[in-house]
């Protein structure tokens, strides 16, 4: 007997492929949804269509960074852009981000410079921004940890009693598909659940962890993991940046009133590698990727733009040349990244003195200074 | 100067250290009404309510990680994980995260967070409650541990872990939570937290402890005294940082040196001990520091618990072993 551990029976009820969530079209068309009304103006599309086109052209100018050797490695998040631009766009200054490593999207949204997101990838630190600063906590590299800490920190902001007041934030925990698989996730589900922390999990559902299929994390559609906690779970169209700006809004809201947690699936697909050392031709068919293009997430806004008469050429024009423009500028300034000296590896690993640390790095120090000694 | 018991020394310290700081939370399995299993946290959520005292889901992987994400918002948590042996699902947080977000930040975030675990054997209890994981911990940079061993120490040093800014691993004795001390509650003139303290001067030999093991030794030594043996015993108290001077000077005088804990020795604490030391008293020793723990094993069933930790006899017999070189 061969065990089909891929899908449970077809038949099964509740397994068919479940409606979400969508505002615009793969062909740009703008569609409503009773629950999710949207209001934008012309202006709030070019902004949105300009965050998606620059978080495009970075990604991949750090791609290209990659393969002549200035970075280590990269996380691409092509095809995935409007899932973090729409979502980024709905967090208000309160609210505070967990971001697993690829959220350059919504880094850019929170106003931290790209340069920053390259330094760990290039080796000369392993995150090095202050999460205070732009309310954007540092990468976490080890699959859901962060969604642990995303619901401690929600903890905090219930016991600072600001809930339903003008300066309630909310905390958003970004993770993938295989995430789901972690202890770490659930076990945030859990607390966040019985707690009712202010927190929305937004699950990047992009079908792929490295090369295993969704089917190898989940017999069930992810959003509905969240029934099985207590909290409401929704799939929004994770190439849709309306869609996906709509539903984070509510979510925060309610996390913001006081209303406890939700879990966002937003079903989208990684269209590159899941880094720049791996090869997706190993494991899934060209013809996946290629009915996935179709559902892009920029072309989409532009077709909207355009069809709604909302952006000329120049427009277009425009953001195409401030999308190189800063693409350039991060490139230049990431081939002058300076490395660290030796003597920093000591430091920043206690907040108050520690005879070690102090210990080591004065004969470290000694240590290269000898050779100076021997050359001179 | 009031009786307590080591355990209540710890319940007075976690006290005071709450009501000195509102941002002091403590978080747990059954912390709450119950109080812990071990009644260290008795009555503190009946005083400081349930957002302070936290009965917390059973899951440690999810008390330490959101226990950072408290202190990222800046609280000051401290964690009790409920025996040694569970510490282990929260490895992950306390390895990864909890040591080295402050690193990861260049320095722009701090951990406050305490990580408190009743250790040790000798009581008569099942699996995965009588270890002794210190090891793991002092291991792993960016963390600071520590060890009390008696009252005094329990109630100052968890208020002083609790304002470090560093993340602290606490270990305590389970089975002295019932050893009594005078223990001044009104001073604050304590021992800094990462001092060692020579808790009986003594002249031929220095024996090093912590936690559980010091009480042993000073039995150890007396016994000793009585052969016109004058054995020193320090409490190291702190295991990162190691107070490695207060170490050296006592050895660099009496020329030999035992090391003393309950985890296994091969590849123990007292392995960098021996190390150190060897390296700084070279040529004042008399002997090769010798190590006395728990064997190589897993530990054992409690029926014969008493033969694997480190008692009186053996104790004596590594101090005898260095008069033979």
Known sequence: ?376 | MTTLTLGKAMNTGLRKAMENDPKVLVMGEDVGKLGGVFRITDGLQKDFGEERVIDTPLAESGIVGTAIGLALRGYRPVVEIQFDGFVFPAADQIITQLAKMRMRSLGALSLPVVVRIPCGGGIGAVEHHSESPEAYFTHTAGLRVVSCSNPVDAYSMIQQAIASPDPVIFFEPKRRYWDKAEVDTESTDWTPLHAAKVVRPGEHVTVLAYGPSVKTCLEAAAAAAEDGRSVEVIDLRSLNPLDIDTVTASVDRTGRCVVVHEAPVFNGYGAELAARITERCFYRLEAPVLRVGGFSTPYPPSRVEEQYLPDLDRILDAVDRTFAW
């Open chain 1, 1 to 376: 007997m061969t065990i089909d551990s891929v899908r449970g029976a077809p038949d099964t009820p509740g397994l068919a492929e479940p409606e979400l969530v969508q505002l615009l079209t793969p062909e740009g068309e703008r569609v409503e949804h009773p629950d999710y009304p949207l209001d934008l103006s012309a202006e709030d599309v070019r902004g949105l269509y300009r965050d998606l086109v620059i978080t495009r052209k970075l990604d991949l100018e750090a791609v290209a960074l990659t393969r002549q050797g200035e970075l280590g490695l990269w996380a691409s998040l092509l095809g995935q852009e409007a899932a973090q631009i729409g979502s980024a766009r709905a967090l208000g200054e309160h609210d505070m981000v967990f971001p697993t490593y690829r959220e350059h999207g919504v880094a850019w949204c929170r106003g931290v410079d790209p340069l920053r997101l390259l330094g760990m990838f290039r080796g000369v630190n392993h995150g090095g921004w202050d999460p205070a600063e732009h309310r954007f906590h540092l990468y976490t590299i080890v699959i859901g940890s962060q969604t642990l800490h995303a619901t401690g920190y929600a903890m905090g902001i219930q016991r600072d009693g600001v809930l339903g007041t003008p300066s309630a934030g909310a905390t958003i925990a970004y993770f993938g598909d295989g995430a789901t698989s972690q202890g770490d996730v659930h076990e945030s589900f859990v607390f966040a659940s019985v707690f009712n922390a202010p927190i929305v999990f937004f699950c990047q559902n992009n079908q792929w962890a490295i090369s295993e299929p969704l089917e190898r994390q989940s017999r069930i559609p992810l959003f509905k993991r969240a029934q099985g906690y207590g909290f409401p779970g929704i799939r929004v169209d994770g190439n849709d940046v309306f869609a996906c700006l709509a539903v984070t809004r509510r979510a925060l809201e309610n996390a913001r009133t006081g209303q406890g947690p939700t879990l966002v699936e937003a079903f989208t697909y990684r269209m590159g590698a899941h880094t720049t050392t791996d090869d997706p031709t190993r494991y899934r068919l060209k013809a996946e990727e290629e009915a996935w293009k179709l559902k892009d997430p920029i072309e989409r806004v532009k077709a909207y733009l355009v069809r709604g008469d909302l952006a000329d050429a120049a427009f277009f024009e425009a953001v195409d040349d401030e999308a190189k423009a800063t693409a350039k500028d991060l490139r230049e300034r990431c081939l002058v990244l300076p490395d660290p000296g030796p003597l920093t590896i000591f430091e920043n690993v206690y907040a108050e003195d520690h005879p070690l640390m102090t210990e080591e790095q004065e004969r470290f120090a000694a240590y290269l200074a000898s050779f100076e000694e021997e050359a001179s």
